[in-house]
């Protein structure tokens, strides 16, 4: 359906992918800061949102270590 599909699309906050991630909302924004996971600065206030699949990828690649 289109609203499963606009949810998929949505972005995730900093604290969803730290839940996600299973760390700390702090090691995600370093992260972001490293360029290790892209972010991208939403709004005046500049909030960090991240792509789904960018985070999923990222799950894929963490797993190597």
Do not use: C
């Not at 499963?4 to 800061?33: C, G, I, K, Y």
């Not at 005046?44 to 799950?59: A, L, P, Q, S, T």
Request: hydrophobic share 30%.
């Amino acid at each position: 359906s289109m609203k499963a599909r606009r949810e998929d699309s949505r972005m995730l906050t900093t604290s969803e992918v730290a839940h996600q991630l299973h760390v700390h909302p702090n090691t995600v924004r370093r992260w972001a800061n490293k360029g290790l996971l892209p972010a991208y600065r939403l709004g005046i206030r500049g909030d960090r949102r991240f792509k789904r699949k960018e985070v999923d990828g990222f799950i894929k690649l963490d797993s190597h270590k």
